[in-house]
């Protein structure tokens, strides 16, 4: 099973998933982007995914079982006529996308324990929004001995989108060569507001950054908030499958209570296998 703790950080949760998927037969395919359903004669879905190299694929299917953002699932009624049959778009539009960009630096050492910040978070009103202060290498699970380089969150935000969109993302970089790089301007500008924000005038260049904008696709939002009026539980009783008869599924925590959350999305998934698929995830279940 899975420990208390994730010491070897959150991305192992998926990659242990992942790797029991396969175990049991499940074929896993990365970068790909699901354009079309159709229903055939059989009653069986065609589903038509363009992969990363342009070409498209079709696959066929008994089940189907989405975990899109609101957003995206609308792009998705859009070009399958099947789906506007089985749900209108003013009924699936129900959600607020906001907006959300991290701005990552790596140092040489942990700068902000000279003030006295040993972890935790600031808050400000500068574009940064939010930084997170992070331990050294030497300190993680199994960390490299002596090593203290150490990580900072920079930037949390979703107030100031456009700003970092237009500073971080001029490397000219696609999706898939790894635009998480962000430009000299987006590092100069969140070393000069670090600086601001903690009441200092130096501060150590960082040896690396990262940055992503979740408002791009697949995403097209950070997270998503139900609009006013809506019943959540209600809505998703309702919608959790696409029309009376058919065996389009949607999960995920952006349809749920607990919006943003993992734990959202485990409720949507509990539900969904007990009612449709007689699966009670109350059992216990051996993941090795």
Not at 227 to 242: A, I, Q, T
Request: proline residues 5%; hydrophobic residues 35%; aromatic residues 14%.
């Amino acid at each position: 099973g899975f420990p208390t703790s994730i010491l070897t950080g959150y991305q192992s949760l998926p990659e242990k998933l992942a790797r029991i998927a396969k175990k049991n037969g499940v074929q896993i395919e990365l970068e790909t982007k699901l354009i079309h359903i159709d229903q055939k004669e059989n009653e069986e879905y065609q589903l038509v995914f363009q992969m990363r190299n342009g070409h498209t694929k079709t696959v066929y299917a008994r089940n189907i079982i989405s975990t899109m953002t609101p957003p995206a699932l609308l792009n998705l009624w859009d070009s399958s006529p099947h789906l506007q049959i089985l749900a209108s778009r003013d009924n699936l539009d129900q959600f607020w996308s906001n907006p959300l960009t991290k701005l990552f630096f790596a140092y040489r050492s942990p700068w902000w324990r000279e003030l006295g910040l040993h972890d935790g978070s600031s808050t400000t009103t500068l574009p940064l929004r939010s930084c997170f202060y992070f331990g050294t290498e030497s300190e993680a699970y199994e960390g490299e001995k002596d090593n203290n380089n150490a990580l900072l969150l920079a930037s949390y935000q979703g107030a100031f989108p456009l700003f970092w969109k237009t500073s971080a993302e001029k490397t000219g970089l696609t999706h898939e060569e790894n635009d998480y790089r962000p430009d000299d301007e987006a590092i100069w500008f969140g070393q000069y507001f670090l600086k601001k924000l903690h009441g200092i005038d130096e501060i150590p260049a960082p040896y690396a950054a990262a940055f992503f904008n979740w408002n791009r696709p697949p995403h097209f939002g950070g997270y998503f908030f139900w609009k006013v009026g809506v019943k959540p539980e209600e809505w998703y009783d309702v919608h959790c499958r696409l029309g009376d008869k058919s065996k389009i599924y949607i999960v995920g925590s952006d349809y749920s209570t607990k919006q943003g959350w993992v734990e959202g999305a485990l409720e949507t998934c509990d539900k969904l296998l007990f009612r449709y698929f007689q699966i009670n995830t109350d059992d216990k279940m051996i993941l090795e």
